[in-house]
Nanobody
């Protein structure tokens, strides 16, 4: 599966963005999906994950209550709604797919999108 992420940009602190990740192919519903981020000089870290059917979601503590992950199988798309953004949310955000279901680890994913940059100004 190929993944294409978009929706990043520059936003002021307190603002919102919605990231999208479109998957190619007809097997999107077979994959658990996740969002990760990587800030300059830091390791890639888990942000949110969603199960194949969308019934289970999981978030990193630092985004709970602010971010929401969802998926639309008809559009082969997974979303990350980001609200109340903070300067420390600045990073390149990556979507990822895992045939075995969602995971919180980088190594738990088989396919990665190219990343979309999010910059939050103070």
């Amino acid at each position: 599966v190929q993944l294409q992420a978009c929706g990043g940009g520059l936003v002021q602190a307190g603002g919102s963005l919605r990231l999208s990740c479109v998957a190619s192919g007809r097997t999107f519903s077979r994959y658990g999906m996740g969002w990760f981020r990587q800030a300059p000089g830091k390791e890639r870290e888990f942000v949110a994950g969603i199960s194949r059917g969308g019934g289970t979601t999981y978030y990193a503590n630092f985004v709970k209550g602010r971010f929401a992950i969802s998926r639309d199988s008809a559009k082969n798309t997974v979303y990350l709604q980001m609200n109340s953004l903070k300067p420390e949310d600045t990073a390149v955000y990556y979507c990822a797919a895992n045939i075995a279901g969602w995971s919180t680890t980088v190594n738990g994913y088989d396919y990665w999108g190219q990343g979309t940059k999010v910059t939050v100004s103070s």
